[in-house]
C-alpha cells in the first residue's frame, strides 16, 4: 500500500515529519510502521511542543526518590515509606464520552501508580466545565461525575479531594483531571527499564479489541463539528478487571521476578514497548499472533495502536514464567509471553513469523520531533476599574450572591457520588483545604490537594503558575502538613498560536521559580495541549496537585470551628486586591485586571509560621484565604460547623468590598484559645509576621459589626441549593 | 472466636473488615471464592465490594459461587453470618435473607455518613447496643434500596426481623432520612433464626475514632460474647 499524503495526514503528521520518518528509516515506512510513528511522535506522547521548557522545572529534592520521566514520581515520607503519585488529563476523551472518557481517566492514572509497585490509597480530580448555562454542560457533569466515581469506588479507592469548576472558556472543551497517590515500601519500587537480553516479555491484563486505536492522535489535535465521529477512539473502562490487575501485579511483585513493568496506556502497546526497550537501551521483538484478542481478525496495525484498557507489558526474570502465570491465572487474567528483549535497538514486530515492521526505537524515542516554537510575552494588564463609578451593592447580598454561585456552592452533590472511606484511612475527607490519608497500620499521614486557577493564569501566566504553586502549598499547610512535592498537569489551547505557547512558557516560568522558591519539586506531570475547538482557545489551566506529610494523623488541623468564644486572626496583609476576583466576576461580570500579586518571601514566612503554631498546638481551626477573599473564607469556616462568627470591622482600610473580598494572597484565617493568644503574637511577632485579630466566633450567627447579622442556617442554605436545583 | 472473610474478585473492603475483626482478637481467616471448603468459623462475613464487577446485577454472580453453597450449609446449621454492602446484596441473591436491594431512588452512587437506628438489640449481632440507640454509619452504594413484598414487610416488622433503621441525629425516622428509598428506612436485617444479619451501612468503617468514630465496635465485641 503506497503511503499517500491524505494518509499521512489522517495519521495528524505534519509532511516534514512524515520526510523525516522516511529519512530516520531510509525509506518508505509501510502503514503499520507509520501508525506508530503517528502514535509516538504526536503531542500526547512525545511532549514535542512542550519538552525543551520542561527541563527547566525543578525536579530534585532531599525527599525526591524519582522524578519526572517514569510512570509517576516517588517521594520518601521516612522510615521504609514511599509516596508515588501522579495527574494526567483525559480532556478530550472525557468531552466526547464523559462517562468512559472520565473513567478510563482514573483507570489509567491508577495504573500508572500501581505499575511502581505502589498500592493505590487516595484518588482526587480536577475537572472543568463550560458555562452552566451551556446546553452541553448538565449531561458532561453528570456523565464526568459518575464516570469518576464508576471506576473509583468500584475499584475500592477512595476519591479524597478535588474541585469541580465552570467557566464558559470550556464550553467546547472540558477538563478532566484525575491524580493518583499510593503507597510503596522504599526497596520494592519497580520501573520501566528495560534490562537483560532474550527476558520473556509477557502481556498480561485483558484482552486487545479496536477500542481507542489513534486515542492518543485525537487527543493532540483541536476539536472542531466532527468531533462527534470520534467516539470510536474513546477506550472503554472496566473497573473490576483492573481491580484484578491491581491484585495480580502486587502479588506478582512480592518476589523478584519483574525485571521491569509498564502499563500499556496512551499508544497502548506501541509506547510501553518502546518506552521499555528505549530506556533500557534494548530491542525488542514481538509475535503480534500471541496478542489476545478481544475481536476476530485484528490486524497488525489495530493491535499496536489499540488503547484498550487494563493492560501491563512486563519483562519477567529467567524461569519465572510459569509461577507468574499461576497468579494471573487465579485473577482469570490473560498472561502470555509475546516476545522477547534483543540487542538489535530495533522495534521488531512479526505475525506468524513473517516480519511486518522494524523501526529503530531510537527514530521513535529521542529523535521524536522537538519544537521550539514562537511565543509571546503577555504585559501585566493594567489597572482601569474606578470602583467608586461601580453600581452599589450590600455586602450581605454579594455574600449570599457568592455563596450561592455554582463555583463556590457546596459541592456534597459530587462528593457523595465518591466512595470516601473505603480502605479505612481516610482522616479527613474532602470539603476541607487538602485531604487527609494515613499510611495503613501507621500513625502518620500524607495530605493532598489540586489546586488551579485559570482566570489568574490567563490575565497573566507568570503570576498565575507562581500563585496556584503558592495556594497547593498554603492548602498543605492549613491541614497541617509539611509540603514536600507537587505533580503537574499542564492544560492548553494550540501551541502553534504564539499567544497560547506564551502562556504555556510562563505559567511554566511562574511554577518553576515558585517551585524552587518554596523547595517544593516537581516529581511528575502531564502536559495536554490543543484544548480548544475551531481556533478557541481554552484559557490557561496549569493543575497542581500536591502532596504533604503530617507526621502524626492525631495533629490533623482543619477548618471547622471548634468552639465559641474563640479568636480569630488572619495571618498576611490584606491590600484588596479586587482584579481577577470571584467579587468583581460574580458581581459585576467584570474579568479584567492583573492578578493578584504573589510574594514569594511572604509565602513562606507565612506558612512556615502557622506550622509552627500548629506544631505547638496553638491553634484550634485553620483556613487558606484563596478565591472569594477574606469573608468567603470566614463563611467556608462557619458553613463546615455549628458556628457563627462575629467579625469586626478593619481598623485601617476603608473599603470594606477591598478589604473582605479582595484576593490578596500569602492569608490563613487561624481559630485560637483566647488564653493561647499571648503566646500565638509572641511566637508571629519573633517572625516578622504580620497578622490582625478579624472576629470572634460564636454561636449561631455570622455577622459583620454594624452591617448584618444572619442564621447560619441561613448561610447553608444559601450554599447548598444550587447544585440541587440544577 | 474464629471468623472467616469470603473474597471474591472485586470485593474492596475484605481488607477493612479483616483489620476490624482482627482488632476485636477474631482469630480471622481470608477465603478465596473458588475453595470448596470453609476453615473452622463461628462468624462468615461477606464484605462489602463489587464482586465480579456488579455484572448481571449487585452480588448474582457471587450468588452462585462455590464457596457460597458452603456458607449456606453452615447458616442452615446456625453458624453466624454477616452480610455488609455488597454482602449484603449477596445474601439475598442466594436466598439466605429475602427481599432484593434496587437501585437508589435518587438513581446515583451514594456515599456518605448517616444515622441508623438499633431496632431489635435482641440477638447476637446487637447484644451491646442499646434499643433504640441512635448510630452514625458510613454507607457506599449504588443499590441500596430494600424492597420486599407486603407479606414479608409485616413479618419483619411484626418479629423483630429488621436490625437497623435510617433516621436523623435524634432518632427520628422519616422520608427526608431515608438516604436510598428503602422500605420503611430499612437498613439492616436478620433472617428467622437472627444468625444471619444484612446491612448496608458499613459497621467496619466506624471502629477507629481518628477515621470516624467508635459506633461500630458495640456490634464486633457483641459477637465475641
Redesign the interface.
Known amino acids: 500500500m503506497k503511503i499517500t499524503d491524505d494518509i499521512v495526514e489522517n495519521h495528524g503528521l505534519k509532511k516534514d515529519e512524515f520526510i523525516k520518518i522516511k529519512s530516520l528509516l531510509n525509506r518508505e515506512p509501510n502503514l503499520l510502521e507509520l501508525g506508530i510513528f503517528s502514535a509516538m511522535w504526536n503531542e500526547h506522547c512525545s511532549y514535542k511542543s512542550s519538552r525543551i521548557h520542561l527541563k527547566n522545572l525543578p525536579t530534585k529534592g532531599n525527599q525526591v526518590i524519582q522524578g519526572p520521566g517514569e510512570n509517576a514520581g516517588v517521594i520518601d515520607i521516612g522510615d521504609d515509606d514511599a509516596i508515588v503519585f501522579k495527574i494526567e488529563s483525559h480532556n478530550h476523551p472525557s468531552y466526547i464520552e464523559p462517562y468512559q472518557g472520565a473513567a478510563t481517566g482514573v483507570g489509567g492514572i491508577l495504573r500508572d501508580v500501581f505499575t511502581m509497585g505502589a498500592r493505590p490509597i487516595a484518588l482526587l480530580n480536577s475537572i472543568h466545565f463550560g458555562s452552566p448555562d451551556h446546553h452541553k454542560t448538565k449531561s458532561l457533569l453528570n456523565g464526568v461525575v459518575?464516570g469518576i466515581?464508576?471506576y473509583g469506588?468500584?475499584?475500592?479507592i477512595p476519591t479524597v479531594g478535588g474541585e469541580t469548576k465552570f467557566n464558559s472558556t470550556y464550553n467546547e472543551n472540558i477538563l478532566v483531571n484525575a491524580m493518583a497517590v499510593g503507597h510503596v515500601k522504599k526497596n520494592k519500587i519497580f520501573y520501566s527499564k528495560a534490562r537483560g537480553l532474550n527476558k520473556s516479555v509477557v502481556y498480561v491484563g485483558s484482552k486487545t479489541g479496536r477500542d481507542g486505536i489513534h486515542g492518543a492522535s485525537m487527543a493532540s489535535a483541536e476539536f472542531d463539528e466532527r468531533t462527534e465521529e470520534k467516539k470510536p477512539t474513546v477506550q472503554v473502562g472496566?473497573?473490576?478487571?483492573e481491580?484484578?490487575l491491581l491484585e495480580a501485579c502486587l502479588e506478582l511483585m512480592k518476589d523478584d521476578s519483574v525485571i521491569s513493568i509498564q502499563d500499556m496506556g496512551a499508544a497502548g502497546l506501541t509506547s510501553s514497548s518502546v518506552e521499555m526497550a528505549s530506556k533500557g537501551e534494548l530491542g525488542m521483538e514481538l509475535h503480534l499472533e500471541k496478542i489476545p484478542c478481544r475481536e476476530e481478525n485484528m490486524s497488525p496495525y489495530e493491535m499496536m495502536l489499540s488503547e484498550s484498557q487494563e493492560r501491563m507489558l512486563i519483562i519477567l526474570e529467567d524461569k519465572k514464567e510459569d509461577q507468574a502465570k499461576k497468579i494471573f491465572e487465579k485473577?482469570?487474567l490473560d498472561f502470555v509471553v509475546i516476545g522477547k528483549t534483543t540487542n538489535t535497538k530495533n522495534l521488531t514486530l512479526k505475525y506468524s513469523n513473517k516480519l511486518v515492521g522494524e523501526i529503530p526505537i531510537e527514530a521513535l524515542a529521542s529523535n521524536a520531533p522537538l519544537y521550539d516554537r514562537k511565543w509571546i510575552k503577555k504585559k501585566l494588564p493594567e489597572k482601569k476599574i474606578n470602583l467608586k463609578a461601580l453600581k452599589k451593592v450590600k455586602i450581605e447580598d454579594a455574600l449570599f450572591k457568592i455563596l450561592s454561585s455554582p463555583n463556590q456552592s457546596n459541592k456534597?452533590w459530587v462528593t457523595?457520588?465518591?466512595?470516601?472511606?473505603?480502605?479505612?484511612?481516610?482522616?479527613q475527607k474532602s470539603g476541607s483545604d487538602a485531604a487527609i490519608i494515613?499510611i495503613h497500620n501507621k500513625n502518620k499521614a500524607i495530605a493532598v490537594t489540586v489546586d488551579s486557577s485559570a482566570n489568574y493564569c490567563k490575565a497573566h501566566p507568570s503570576t498565575g503558575g507562581k500563585q496556584i504553586v503558592c495556594e497547593s502549598w498554603r492548602n498543605l499547610i492549613s491541614v497541617g502538613a509539611k509540603p514536600v512535592a507537587i505533580t503537574n498537569c499542564l492544560n492548553f489551547g494550540n501551541p502553534e498560536n504564539p499567544e497560547i505557547m506564551g502562556e504555556f512558557v510562563e505559567c511554566l516560568e511562574g511554577i518553576t521559580e515558585a517551585c524552587k522558591f518554596l523547595s517544593y519539586p516537581v516529581v511528575s506531570g502531564n502536559v495536554s495541549l490543543y484544548n480548544g475547538t475551531n481556533k478557541k482557545n481554552i484559557y490557561p489551566t496549569p493543575v497542581i496537585g500536591g502532596v504533604g506529610l503530617i507526621r502524626s494523623?492525631?495533629n490533623k488541623i482543619n477548618h471547622i470551628i471548634k468552639n465559641e468564644k474563640n479568636i480569630i486572626i488572619l495571618i498576611g496583609k490584606t491590600f484588596g486586591h479586587l482584579y481577577q476576583s470571584v467579587f468583581f466576576e460574580e458581581i459585576y461580570s467584570i474579568n479584567e485586571g492583573p492578578p493578584p500579586e504573589v510574594n514569594l518571601t511572604n509565602e513562606k514566612n507565612n506558612g512556615e509560621a502557622v506550622l509552627n503554631l500548629l506544631d505547638k498546638n496553638l491553634i484550634s481551626s485553620a483556613h487558606d484565604v484563596s478565591s472569594g477573599g477574606l469573608i468567603i473564607a470566614l463563611a467556608e469556616m462557619s458553613l463546615a460547623s455549628n458556628y457563627g462568627i462575629k467579625i469586626d470591622k478593619p481598623k485601617n482600610l476603608t473599603n470594606l468590598f477591598e478589604y473582605f473580598y479582595g484576593e490578596d494572597q500569602g492569608r490563613y484565617l487561624l481559630e485560637i484559645e483566647k488564653n493561647n493568644l499571648t503566646e500565638v503574637h509572641k511566637i508571629l511577632r519573633a517572625n516578622n509576621i504580620f497578622n490582625e485579630i478579624v472576629g470572634v466566633t460564636q454561636e449561631n450567627y455570622f455577622e459583620l459589626s454594624g452591617e448584618f447579622k444572619v442564621n447560619i442556617n441561613e448561610l447553608y442554605k444559601t450554599n447548598n441549593k444550587w447544585y440541587h436545583n440544577y | 472466636m474464629n471468623s472467616s472473610v469470603i473474597v471474591f474478585p472485586g470485593s474492596n473492603c475484605d481488607r477493612d473488615i479483616a483489620d476490624a475483626l482482627e482488632k476485636h482478637q477474631f482469630k480471622n481467616k481470608m477465603v478465596w471464592h473458588k475453595e470448596s471448603e470453609l476453615p473452622k468459623s463461628d462468624l462468615i462475613v461477606i464484605p462489602g465490594g463489587f464482586s465480579y464487577g456488579d455484572y448481571l446485577r449487585s452480588g448474582a454472580i457471587a450468588g452462585k459461587s462455590n464457596i457460597l453453597k458452603e456458607v449456606v450449609k453452615a447458616a442452615d446449621k446456625g453458624c453466624l453470618v454477616l452480610g455488609i454492602c455488597n454482602g449484603f446484596q449477596i445474601l439475598v441473591e442466594t436466598g439466605l435473607l429475602k427481599g432484593a436491594l434496587l437501585k437508589n431512588k435518587n438513581l446515583k452512587f451514594l456515599s456518605k455518613d448517616v444515622y441508623v437506628k438499633v431496632v431489635n438489640s435482641k440477638n447476637k449481632f446487637c447484644n451491646k447496643y442499646k434499643e433504640n440507640q441512635v448510630l452514625k454509619f458510613n454507607i457506599a452504594h449504588n443499590e441500596g434500596n430494600f424492597f420486599t413484598n407486603p407479606t414479608h414487610l409485616k413479618i419483619l416488622e411484626d418479629e423483630g426481623l429488621i436490625a437497623f433503621k435510617y433516621c436523623d441525629s435524634k432518632g427520628n425516622i422519616n422520608k427526608e432520612n431515608n438516604p436510598n428509598g428503602s422500605l420503611n428506612n430499612i437498613a439492616g436485617i436478620f433472617n428467622e433464626n437472627k444468625n444471619i444479619l444484612g446491612m448496608m451501612p458499613h459497621p467496619e468503617r466506624m471502629v477507629d475514632q481518628i477515621i470516624s468514630n467508635h459506633d461500630g465496635v458495640p456490634l464486633f465485641a457483641g459477637l465475641l460474647n
Open positions: 459518575s466515581g464508576g469506588n468500584c475499584i475500592g472496566d473497573p473490576f478487571t481491580k484484578l485473577w482469570d456534597n457523595e457520588q465518591y466512595d470516601q472511606s473505603v480502605m479505612c484511612d481516610t482522616v494515613r494523623a492525631d
